[in-house]
């Protein structure tokens, strides 16, 4: 049969059968807060507050005024301003946390968060309560359906220590927000993906900052290497026009997304500007701030002619690998990005032609990453290194339809290797003779 086509040039594009790893999602936090339910006036309003069993679950808000109408603060405001009974006032204003933490993070530069609310902020949030259940998906366990959040924070934590009182509101019990950290480190551990964004109690001085860290998961586990802790509180205009002092967590969280934008997750975030605070709870000394920053705690400073800055970028843990919050959050990412891109390799033959795409393809990403910055070296083979063949793939393992990738990199500070490995489940085992 003759050609169709005129004389000419043709193109013919053909896919290239290269794997590639695309970036994992870093600057997702998860904000765990009271909340109020109202019942919607205009059931036609859009966007419809959410209903009092959404408000329990996982949501994703991707800006300041989609949080304002979802959860009802227009109508929170309202209230607050018509009533002078104290308990009210106190269970009204316990939803405030929250709302300052979404408005924080939006300000200071993030992009989309989740929100997991508690609608009861009469009353305190037992430790099984913020654990949630999976099926429900509610608290703690709700967001392990979340893979893309990467922060933990709960601004909420110290109200949920205690119910509200019609007289004197008690102190924030130390001990009971303590068990409430306790999980969301738990969590945080056990996703391997995501850091907690953690406050401590108002009203601390340096010293008994420093006392109340020590209380803290020790810093030579594995948890320390997942917390970060800022100090002190800051003071905010107020999302109605009222100032009140709130933890910084949801501000801290906007400044982490704003760096990864503009920087890179491989960047410290820290020397940066906190927007939309007025002032800081306590001002630091350069004494008291080094004592603190020995213990992990990352704190927030005021310099002339430079305005409020985050002067700190450490976790809890000592350990010589995580030390570093940036270290342990770009290790997170690299991990997660080559896992998640890399479930192609399940059920495929496990053989030479396997390992040797796996190795092209996270060498290709890795050295991605250290053209941007986020290794050290001269040349990716001081970077990093990918050992994905028989030396590492051996019978038995073979015979477990297992394939295994060794990986280890060399991030920007410290510069030395940390080891991580990569497993997927091949579907067809080795034969041994």
Known sequence: MPDPNPPGVFVKELPS??????????????????????????????????????????????????????????????ELAGTSDPATLRTLERCYPLAEAVYGFFANGGGTCYVVGFTSPARAVSVSDLTGNVDDRTGLAGLETVPEVTMVAVPSLWD???????????????????????????????QRNRLAILDPPPDLDPGDVKTFAGKLASPDTDDAAFTTLYYPWITVPGVNA???TVPPCGHIAGVWARTDAERGIFKAPANQNLRGV????????????????????????????????????RTRST?????????RRLVSFL???????STWAVFEPNDERLWAALRHSVASFLT???????????????????????????????????????????????????????????GQPGRTS
């Open 17 to 78: 059968g290269v794997r590639t790893i695309t970036g994992a999602s870093t600057s997702v936090p998860a904000f765990l807060g009271y909340t109020k339910f109202f019942a919607a006036d205009d059931p036609k309003a859009t966007p419809a507050p959410f209903d009092d069993a959404a408000r329990k679950v996982p949501q994703k808000i991707g800006s300041w005024r989609e949080f304002a109408a979802r959860y009802s603060m227009e109508k929170i405001a309202k």
């Open 160 to 190: 949920m220590t205690a119910d509200v009182t019609a007289g004197e509101p008690p102190p924030p019990d130390q001990a009971q927000g303590i068990s409430r950290m306790a999980e969301v480190l738990k969590h945080c551990t056990a």
């Open 242 to 244: 009222t100032q009140r």
């Open 278 to 313: 007025l002032t800081l709870d306590t001002l630091l000394t350069d004494d008291e701030h080094g004592e603190l920053n020995a213990t992990g705690v990352n704190c927030l400073r005021v310099f002339p002619d430079r305005g409020l800055l985050v002067w700190g970028a």
């Open 319 to 327: 350990t010589r690998d995580w030390k570093y919050l940036n270290v």
């Open 335 to 341: 991990s997660d990005s080559i896992r998640v891109s």
């Open 368 to 426: 991605d990453q250290w053209r941007q910055g986020a290794l050290v070296g001269h040349k990716p083979d001081e970077a990093f290194y990918v050992i994905c063949d028989d030396t590492n793939n051996k019978p038995d393992t073979m015979d477990e339809g297992k394939v295994i990738c060794d990986i280890g990199v060399a991030p920007v500070r410290p510069a030395e290797f940390v080891h991580f490995t990569i497993t997927q489940i091949a």
